[in-house]
């Protein structure tokens, strides 16, 4: 859907009162004028509406040399982390209505993509750990040619020797991920034990994903059958469905945008969102989906291993700084040390913010994996509690 057919539904944005849950409310009291109003569970549902939206909205309004740096994912991951704790809010004050079909389904199936999801925050985790590698690759070139007081040919043999292998690694990013899984733990203890039925159904806990994992099938796995709630089933659940619904979208296209960023195994972008325009989260999603999808066209960004512009810093950097040391002579001339010093310079700027980002980004993502963990964990206990009482 392009960009300028969004437009005509911002104005929904503000005028709340048509959206699905209103729509509802309107069909049950229009034989009654002088009805007192929406109940405090609508108020709740529509205020989640309402909040996703406006964090989205928020989210896409960056410009596009901000979209997809290490700043905006984790803006990204602040809005998820949001809107699953007022989800959770959601769950625990209904509890007893998540027992009952059609409800029970809908949460059941965002609990299963929600565990697929771990698999994915898992990848998440080695990617990261990826661009660490070619970090340390960018902070020996900085070591051979930073802050020198005479260059030689020493110092620019260890400087192309790094910028050789950090090629070489962004080339091969799909081994060394695989590689990297292998050993790797992930967001559980470092020296939990290896009995799996300690871990139960939970595997992805303490361990990376396995070598024939593909981040596009897992993608895949997490989108299937997510289609908007029925009339009929928003009036038998009180809007509850629409609540579950919105949520399972919010993980699945956060999913989406940490896997086009990060290197991660068998990257796949093909995903197809469908939303009806009726929610009014819509809007800004789709046009961020579009936007990085525009993004992952560009003759530039076709075979990145990553969108992360942090990662296309580390390319253009070290492909520049990859020509300079090929076309140095000895002894360099003063035009020459100036052009270096400026290429070392702005390299040490990709370096820092990739040196910079890189932690907190890795701890968001393990506070997802963890929410996410405790979320369904707790909503499943609630409801069997819910269960006994009946």
Known sequence: MPATDYQGVSASFTNFG???LSIRRDQVHSMDSSNHGATSQELELEAFQRQVAERFRDLSSVDSNELLSVSWIRKLLDVYLCCQEEFRVIMFNNRGNFNRAPSDRYILEFFERSVKALD???????????IRQWQKQLEIVLCA???QRSLG???FRRAKKALIDLAIGMLDEKDS??????R??????SNVNKDHKSLGHFRSLSWSVSRSWSAAKQL???GINLVAPKANEIM???GLVVAVFTMSYVLFFVMWALVAAIPCQDRGLQTHFYVTRQFIWAVPILSLHERILEESKKRDRRNACGLLKEIREIEKCACQMNELTDSVQFPLTEDKEVEVKQRVKELGLVYEAVKDGLDPLECQVREVFHRIVRSRTEGLDSMGRANTHQ
């Open 145 to 147: 040619l930073d802050n």
């Open 184 to 189: 790797n733990r992930s967001f559980g203890r």
């Open 120 to 130: 994915v925050c898992n990848a998440i985790r080695d990617g990261i750990e990826q």
């Open 177 to 182: 991920n695989t590689t990297l899984a292998q």
């Open 153 to 155: 040919e020493g110092q």
């Open 18 to 20: 048509r959206s699905i």
């Open 236 to 238: 038998a659940t009180n």
């Open 220 to 222: 895949q796995a997490i």
